[in-house]
């Protein structure tokens, strides 16, 4: 039926080229997610804010619903992801296999959006259950639709490593840019102070952000094209069970690699994102000057926008996965200069000017790293295992958000953390903090990724799925009876006889799965 319906010509991809040109990049994968991804960015830093300011919901159930109810929805989250793997492996119509998904996402997205904010004024009971089931809605359902079938497009839309790694760029400028930029700069000094705590302003801006998603997630699904799904389309497809495909994934080096890789920096920028309005009020600055934090995230974006220009062509020169690694090198100086002076401002923006060059490849270009990944796990195994890793990718980012919130709360609890209080006259007056809070505080925010960033380098020493990836792609075409003529960069002698023995034993494990779905 859902089939059926995406035949009909209105359901089409606009784009028909076999190649990736600039309508594409600009329409499919910078302007269209940009919505969504905003609205996220919105929600992630001021939904608590709302929850907590305008609805007063802290004092419900003695203030334990708050802390309850986020842990138990990210836990329905995390299983609604690898659910949704398993639902996107088994997807297949013409338009593709995640990016039909898209088009089901566009209106849960705003919908779900808009219904986050008009809980009603009604018994605590209504107003527990309104805020359940809206959190849920958006973030267990609407959003893990549009995120991984988003995510997925890189991946999926072409097997040439250039043009994959120019859409990765395209796909983070969104994420990074307008998502940092607005969230960063323009809600804390224009759009917070005009909102303040008024409930009819809250629901106008953020149901304009919820409804904006829907066209803009539209024009991704309209100029997006999964061309690597395309290449089987016509043939008959083996039924892949789906414990097959998590024993392919969690037996594959590079693919554990991929996923501790992103554990570990996941886990890092966390808690630098918990800590950082701690430490501008604490540490570095004085309590919501509004200029502190100004300056930090604007330091954090100049970097980035550099990036869009500079590092595909490092890239491109020296390969993803030097440029990361290196990358992370910086990444980590950066950091230590800022957690050996962390009270000094112009020391500080130093140190965090130096950090985020460093992240300007793991931001840009790692997602092409990861669809090299799937391509090789493909020619390994002959089995596509794209949702099953991408499920599992997004569950690490879900239980690390609850994971890091409980052990930075955890940290400030035990250090002695003092809450501001109101003065006579209802102003907010900041307590000066123990020092074993504010070292607490400055460890989250720059010491700890002095730590993950050179743990990261050393990591992506063992990553080296890029070197040989054309050749695994040729493979992969030639047993589908293509033509292969093509040519790959010389290798050295020692990684010539790698390749030959990893070759060898790829051929063998492909053989020995083909046998073992045969045989099913």
């Known amino acids: ?222 100029f997006t094209k999964e061309r690597v799904t395309e290449e089987t389309q016509d043939t008959e497809e083996k039924k892949i069970p789906f414990k097959t495909q998590l024993k392919l994934v969690f037996t594959d080096k590079y693919l554990l690699i991929v996923f501790a890789y992103f554990f570990i920096y996941t886990f890092g920028m966390s808690m630098k994102n918990l800590g950082l309005v701690y ?85 840009y270009v790692f997602m092409a790293l990861f669809a090299d990944t799937l391509d090789h796990l493909e020619w390994k195994s002959g089995i596509r295992c794209d949702g099953v890793a991408m499920s599992i990718y997004n569950v690490i980012a879900v239980a690390l958000v609850g994971i890091v919130t409980g052990i930075f709360n955890g940290l400030l609890s035990s250090a002695g953390y003092i809450a501001p209080s109101l003065d006579a006259a209802g102003n907010t007056v900041a307590a000066t903090q123990p020092e074993a809070v504010l070292n607490t505080i400055t460890f989250s925010f720059v010491g700890l990724e002095v730590f993950t960033g050179i743990v990261l380098a050393v990591l992506l020493v063992f990553f080296s799925v890029e070197k040989t990836i054309g050749r695994k792609q040729a493979i992969i075409k030639s047993r589908r009876g293509e033509d292969v003529v093509e040519e790959f960069a010389p290798l050295s002698d020692k990684e010539a006889a790698a390749w030959e023995r990893e070759k060898a034993e790829g051929e063998k494990y492909y053989e020995k799965i083909q046998k073992e779905l045969g045989g099913n």
């Not at 010509?9 to 600039?22: G, P, Q, T």
């Not at 793997?85 to 808009?114: C, E, F, H, M, N």
């Not at 072409?158 to 969104?174: M, W």
């Not at 100086?333 to 000094?344: A, E, H, Q, R």
């Open 279 to 363: 430490y501008c009020n604490y540490v570095l600055g004085t309590y919501n000057d509004g200029i502190t934090q100004m300056l930090v995230s604007v330091i954090g974006g100049v970097p980035m926008g550099i990036g869009i220009f500079a590092v595909w062509p490092l890239a491109k020169k020296f390969g993803k996965r030097n440029v990361t690694m290196w990358g992370f090198v910086l990444y980590a100086i950066g950091s230590l200069i800022c957690w050996l002076v962390p009270t000094n401002l112009v020391v500080v923006l130093i140190g965090q000017f130096i950090k985020n060059i460093g992240g300007l490849p793991c931001a």
């Open 1 to 222: 039926m859902a089939n059926r319906l995406l035949e009909k010509r209105i359901f089409h991809s606009r784009v028909k080229s076999d190649n990736v040109k600039a309508g594409e990049k600009w329409l499919g994968y910078l302007i269209g997610p940009a919505g969504a991804l905003l609205l996220n960015a919105v929600l992630a830093t001021y939904l608590n804010v709302y929850y907590t300011d305008v609805l007063n919901l802290t004092h419900i159930w003695g203030g334990i619903f708050l802390t309850i109810f986020p842990i138990v929805s990210k836990v329905i989250d995390a299983i609604t992801n690898i659910v949704f793997g398993y639902v996107i492996d088994r997807t297949k119509t013409k338009q593709g296999k995640a990016r039909p998904w898209l088009l089901l996402s566009a209106p849960l997205v705003a919908l779900s959006g808009v219904l986050l904010f008009t809980v009603p004024q009604a018994s605590e009971g209504v107003q527990v259950i309104w805020v359940m089931l809206s959190y849920n809605l958006f973030y267990s359902f609407a959003y893990t639709i549009f995120n991984m079938s988003h995510n997925l497009m890189v991946p999926l839309s072409t097997r040439n490593t250039t043009e994959r790694g120019s859409l990765s760029v395209f796909n983070q400028i969104s994420t990074i840019m307008m998502s940092g930029i607005l969230v960063a700069l323009i809600f804390p000094m224009v759009i917070m102070p005009m909102l303040g705590i008024d409930k009819a302003k809250w629901i106008a801006v953020m149901g304009i952000l919820s409804i904006i998603t829907l066209p803009l997630i539209l024009l991704e699904y309209y």
